[in-house]
């Protein structure tokens, strides 16, 4: 008789109910860990830096002999050959198939979070690129690609999105993350997730939604730190966006954060993983660890006495698997049940939900992959990272002098990241976290894939280059030098911003935090120095996070192109060269400096202090971005009252007022002027991309139910009380061109966990002139 766990006919709750009974300690113990096949001689394995000796040590000899739940990062250890790790991944496999007991197939899991991090697949731009063009469908769109080439070669479950709000620039991961503003971040996070995993996991990539949660708020912005945030506010800001991804996109991973909030350390917290992920959210999928999150619970956090204690503690309240070791589990597990710190019920729900999403990933039925026939990425993939990188550009300041005159103009391009490729990624990019792990030189592409050289072949009269000055330290030789270069042009092209790399190797990036927001290194003095030439400055930055950019007001041109991946230097040279609009709007508010942080765009009316800290507010804000071409507004609709448990309609229309094509990003906010509770000055609800012609006009239209409106009360229960409400509609948080006041009528409404958590947009284009 056929096992009833082997059949493809049976239900996956009759299959996982099977083949749990067959099971013992040791099979289950193994399913809720991991082992790394391919660390080498040195690996930073975030956040230790983990020897060849000791990685074997982590990955005991009989690792493999009961099965195992994950393979940590079988492509992303090192550069690797597609088809060689193809057949690496489909031995294992066939080990784990026909060589142990039961035969279940392991996970392997990857980074993803701008592209697949392997060699040859497609390094799309960072997540600050993907908010900067404030498109869910775009997203969407690279999220399935990214499942088609984790799943051709035999990948199933991506560590991405982050889903943080990231309301402290100081802190490395910002440019991780999809901004500071919890709406937008949502609406993106579930947009990945839904790409991602696909219409069927069978055919999907189960995501991963981290960190959850607080993770981006922590003391000075510093790694790891703690988090002092209250439950209000952690309900109504941070938790939101892992809300509606685990609720309305059916994420299938959630991996805690390394941070306590008020003390509780994620990793060990039922209240988080239990109470909320589970029973309030009805989350189904698994929850894995951040990289020794279960060991932290008594190496870094010391709430745990030892591995029975750590494993115990985790298991009870909610983790279900430890990544990317298994000597915690396979040791921790059985221990902790002979102590009687941990009972087999408790065991059994985190085995059920490990081979659960493995039945609906379909590994049973195809464990191993098929050779490789063609390249893993595909032309549309490249031309795709290129058209982000596009929008997500976004044009800070212009007198004019953009778009350049590609045709006479003596340019000079100067900067330490105008002729280094790998300026271009962000740090869980594979050239930044792999290849340039191996080499310190380690650089991408062809020549062309530099903003120098990109301009290069674009224009046909000579382009100099001085490098003047370093990211990394503060050496000023060369500034003379670029000075003299910017003399002797029409217009300076000053390409700056940050190296991003893990744990103070970059000045951005997983553990490379600041206390200083100016430029790093040498950079500050290198563009005061250029400006005082006398000679125009178009301002290129290739950063992480949103400096403080006070001292370059007197730039002619900011332009904020983030991390823009392997297609970022063409985009940049599309945008400067006027081949294309930059419609990218800033996903970040750009301050003053460290010592107005944190400053955000939700912030409460009493955030400037009292008398309002002289300084505070933005250089520029949240939602910020120009164009090469103008646009008006006109003609809002909107109800004056409707009733607290209705849905608001507000429209209004929006044309093209220049001479060239161009994408505008119009933004609807509201602001709650009487409310139990202190309320945002402003708070995102809806937003519409669109593409005009010269003359041509579009109405836009959102519904915006009221359970969007609906906050934390007095005792954190989700209400919505009546009163005034503004309806803001402009070009960014600060440029609001039409309002109006909607008066909410009724009684104080009580929201359950149904609630709708997003608005719908349409958008109505008129023919074009």
């Given at each position: 008789?056929?096992?009833?766990?082997?059949?493809?006919?049976a239900s996956i709750e009759e299959r996982v109910a099977?083949?749990?009974?067959?099971?013992?300690?040791?099979?289950?113990?193994?399913?809720?860990?991991?082992?790394?096949?391919?660390?080498?001689?040195?690996?930073?394995?975030?956040?230790?830096?983990?020897?060849?000796?000791?990685?074997?040590?982590?990955?005991?000899?009989?690792?493999?002999?009961?099965?195992?739940?994950?393979?940590?990062?079988?492509?992303?250890?090192?550069?690797?050959?597609?088809?060689?790790?193809?057949?690496?991944?489909?031995?294992?496999?066939?080990?784990?198939?026909?060589?142990?007991?039961?035969?279940?197939?392991?996970?392997?899991?990857?980074?993803?979070?701008?592209?697949?991090?392997?060699?040859?697949?497609?390094?799309?731009?960072?997540?600050?690129?993907?908010?900067?063009?404030?498109?869910?469908?775009?997203?969407?769109?690279?999220?399935?690609?990214?499942?088609?080439?984790?799943?051709?070669?035999?990948?199933?479950?991506?560590?991405?999105?982050?889903?943080?709000?990231?309301?402290?620039?100081?802190?490395?991961?910002?440019?991780?993350?999809?901004?500071?503003?919890?709406?937008?971040?949502?609406?993106?996070?579930?947009?990945?997730?839904?790409?991602?995993?696909?219409?069927?996991?069978?055919?999907?990539?189960?995501?991963?939604?981290?960190?959850?949660?607080?993770?981006?708020?922590?003391?000075?912005?510093?790694?790891?730190?703690?988090?002092?945030?209250?439950?209000?506010?952690?309900?109504?800001?941070?938790?939101?966006?892992?809300?509606?991804?685990?609720?309305?996109?059916?994420?299938?991973?959630?991996?805690?954060?390394?941070?306590?909030?008020?003390?509780?350390?994620?990793?060990?917290?039922?209240?988080?993983?239990?109470?909320?992920?589970?029973?309030?959210?009805?989350?189904?999928?698994?929850?894995?660890?951040?990289?020794?999150?279960?060991?932290?619970?008594?190496?870094?956090?010391?709430?745990?006495?030892?591995?029975?204690?750590?494993?115990?503690?985790?298991?009870?309240?909610?983790?279900?698997?430890?990544?990317?070791?298994?000597?915690?589990?396979?040791?921790?597990?059985?221990?902790?049940?002979?102590?009687?710190?941990?009972?087999?019920?408790?065991?059994?729900?985190?085995?059920?939900?490990?081979?659960?999403?493995?039945?609906?990933?379909?590994?049973?039925?195809?464990?191993?992959?098929?050779?490789?026939?063609?390249?893993?990425?595909?032309?549309?993939?490249?031309?795709?990272?290129?058209?982000?990188?596009?929008?997500?550009?976004?044009?800070?300041?212009?007198?004019?002098?953009?778009?350049?005159?590609?045709?006479?103009?003596?340019?000079?391009?100067?900067?330490?990241?105008?002729?280094?490729?790998?300026?271009?990624?962000?740090?869980?990019?594979?050239?930044?976290?792999?290849?340039?792990?191996?080499?310190?030189?380690?650089?991408?592409?062809?020549?062309?894939?530099?903003?120098?050289?990109?301009?290069?072949?674009?224009?046909?009269?000579?382009?100099?280059?001085?490098?003047?000055?370093?990211?990394?330290?503060?050496?000023?030789?060369?500034?003379?030098?670029?000075?003299?270069?910017?003399?002797?042009?029409?217009?300076?092209?000053?390409?700056?911003?940050?190296?991003?790399?893990?744990?103070?190797?970059?000045?951005?990036?997983?553990?490379?935090?600041?206390?200083?927001?100016?430029?790093?290194?040498?950079?500050?003095?290198?563009?005061?120095?250029?400006?005082?030439?006398?000679?125009?400055?178009?301002?290129?930055?290739?950063?992480?996070?949103?400096?403080?950019?006070?001292?370059?007001?007197?730039?002619?041109?900011?332009?904020?192109?983030?991390?823009?991946?392997?297609?970022?230097?063409?985009?940049?040279?599309?945008?400067?060269?006027?081949?294309?609009?930059?419609?990218?709007?800033?996903?970040?508010?750009?301050?003053?400096?460290?010592?107005?942080?944190?400053?955000?765009?939700?912030?409460?009316?009493?955030?400037?202090?009292?008398?309002?800290?002289?300084?505070?507010?933005?250089?520029?804000?949240?939602?910020?971005?120009?164009?090469?071409?103008?646009?008006?507004?006109?003609?809002?609709?909107?109800?004056?009252?409707?009733?607290?448990?209705?849905?608001?309609?507000?429209?209004?229309?929006?044309?093209?007022?220049?001479?060239?094509?161009?994408?505008?990003?119009?933004?609807?906010?509201?602001?709650?002027?009487?409310?139990?509770?202190?309320?945002?000055?402003?708070?995102?609800v809806g937003f519409q991309r669109v593409a005009l012609?010269?003359?041509?006009?579009?109405?836009?239209?959102?519904?915006?139910?009221?359970?969007?409106?609906?906050?934390?009360?007095?005792?954190?229960?989700?209400?919505?009380?009546?009163?005034?409400?503004?309806?803001?509609?402009?070009?960014?948080?600060?440029?609001?061109?039409?309002?109006?006041?909607?008066?909410?009528?009724?009684s104080v409404r009580q929201l359950d966990g149904d609630?709708?958590?997003?608005?719908?947009?349409?958008?109505?284009?008129?023919?074009?002139?």
């Amino acid at each position: 008789m056929t096992d009833t766990y082997r059949l493809a006919t049976a239900s996956i709750e009759e299959r996982v109910a099977d083949l749990l009974a067959r099971m013992t300690v040791e099979e289950k113990a193994a399913q809720l860990t991991a082992v790394w096949i391919d660390v080498t001689d040195r690996a930073q394995i975030a956040p230790r830096e983990v020897d060849g000796d000791a990685a074997a040590a982590m990955n005991t000899p009989d690792a493999l002999a009961h099965g195992i739940g994950h393979v940590s990062r079988p492509y992303g250890s090192r550069p690797l050959d597609p088809s060689v790790g193809i057949d690496k991944v489909n031995a294992l496999q066939r080990r784990l198939v026909e060589q142990t007991r039961l035969g279940i197939p392991a996970i392997c899991h990857e980074e993803c979070l701008s592209g697949l991090m392997a060699q040859d697949a497609t390094s799309f731009p960072c997540p600050l690129n993907l908010a900067s063009t404030w498109d869910p469908q775009l997203v969407r769109q690279m999220a399935d690609v990214i499942r088609r080439q984790m799943r051709t070669i035999g990948t199933h479950q991506g560590l991405a999105p982050v889903a943080d709000v990231a309301r402290d620039a100081r802190w490395g991961r910002v440019e991780e993350t999809f901004g500071e503003e919890p709406y937008l971040v949502a609406v993106l996070t579930a947009a990945y997730v839904e790409g991602l995993q696909g219409d069927d996991l069978s055919n999907g990539v189960a995501a991963t939604l981290k960190h959850y949660a607080g993770y981006s708020f922590s003391e000075g912005g510093r790694n790891v730190a703690p988090v002092h945030v209250g439950r209000r506010e952690l309900a109504d800001v941070f938790l939101l966006p892992f809300e509606m991804a685990v609720r309305d996109a059916g994420a299938w991973g959630v991996m805690p954060a390394y941070v306590a909030i008020d003390g509780e350390a994620a990793h060990g917290s039922r209240w988080l993983l239990s109470d909320v992920l589970r029973e309030a959210w009805g989350f189904r999928g698994t929850v894995v660890s951040d990289y020794f999150g279960v060991s932290n619970l008594r190496d870094q956090d010391h709430v745990a006495t030892d591995r029975a204690t750590a494993v115990a503690t985790a298991l009870t309240a909610g983790m279900d698997v430890e990544l990317p070791f298994p000597a915690e589990m396979i040791e921790g597990v059985p221990e902790a049940l002979d102590r009687g710190l941990l009972d087999m019920a408790t065991v059994d729900l985190a085995v059920e939900r490990v081979l659960r999403i493995k039945f609906e990933l379909g590994l049973f039925e195809r464990p191993y992959v098929e050779p490789l026939t063609a390249a893993l990425e595909e032309p549309a993939d490249r031309e795709l990272a290129r058209i982000i990188a596009v929008r997500s550009i976004t044009l800070l300041k212009n007198d004019g002098v953009l778009p350049l005159d590609g045709r006479s103009a003596r340019i000079a391009v100067i900067g330490p990241n105008a002729d280094d490729s790998l300026a271009l990624f962000g740090d869980y990019s594979f050239e930044n976290h792999v290849l340039a792990r191996g080499s310190a030189d380690a650089a991408v592409g062809a020549p062309s894939h530099t903003v120098l050289g990109a301009l290069r072949t674009r224009l046909d009269q000579a382009v100099s280059y001085v490098e003047g000055a370093h990211v990394m330290d503060r050496e000023l030789e060369g500034i003379p030098e670029a000075v003299a270069a910017a003399q002797a042009a029409d217009v300076a092209v000053v390409v700056l911003g940050d190296r991003s790399r893990l744990f103070g190797e970059g000045t951005v990036g997983e553990g490379s935090d600041a206390s200083d927001l100016s430029l790093p290194g040498g950079q500050a003095s290198l563009l005061e120095a250029v400006l005082g030439s006398g000679t125009p400055v178009v301002l290129v930055l290739l950063s992480g996070r949103p400096y403080d950019l006070t001292p370059a007001s007197s730039c002619a041109a900011i332009v904020e192109a983030w991390f823009p991946g392997l297609e970022g230097a063409h985009a940049i040279a599309d945008v400067l060269l006027g081949e294309a609009d930059p419609g990218g709007r800033s996903p970040v508010t750009f301050s003053a400096g460290a010592g107005f942080q944190p400053i955000y765009v939700g912030h409460l009316p009493t955030s400037p202090g009292s008398p309002p800290l002289k300084g505070f507010g933005a250089v520029y804000p949240f939602g910020h971005g120009l164009s090469y071409t103008t646009f008006d507004y006109a003609d809002l609709e909107a109800p004056t009252e409707l009733a607290v448990d209705g849905c608001i309609e507000v429209s209004c229309s929006v044309r093209n007022s220049g001479t060239r094509a161009g994408e505008e990003v119009v933004q609807l906010y509201i602001r709650d002027r009487d409310a139990c509770v202190l309320r945002p000055v402003q708070q995102l609800v809806g937003f519409q991309r669109v593409a005009l012609a010269p003359a041509q006009q579009a109405r836009i239209t959102w519904k915006v139910p009221t359970d969007l409106l609906a906050y934390s009360g007095i005792d954190y229960t989700r209400i919505l009380e009546p009163g005034p409400v503004d309806l803001l509609v402009g070009a960014s948080s600060s440029d609001i061109r039409l309002e109006v006041e909607c008066l909410l009528t009724g009684s104080v409404r009580q929201l359950d966990g149904d609630r709708l958590r997003s608005s719908t947009v349409t958008a109505v284009l008129s023919p074009s002139a």
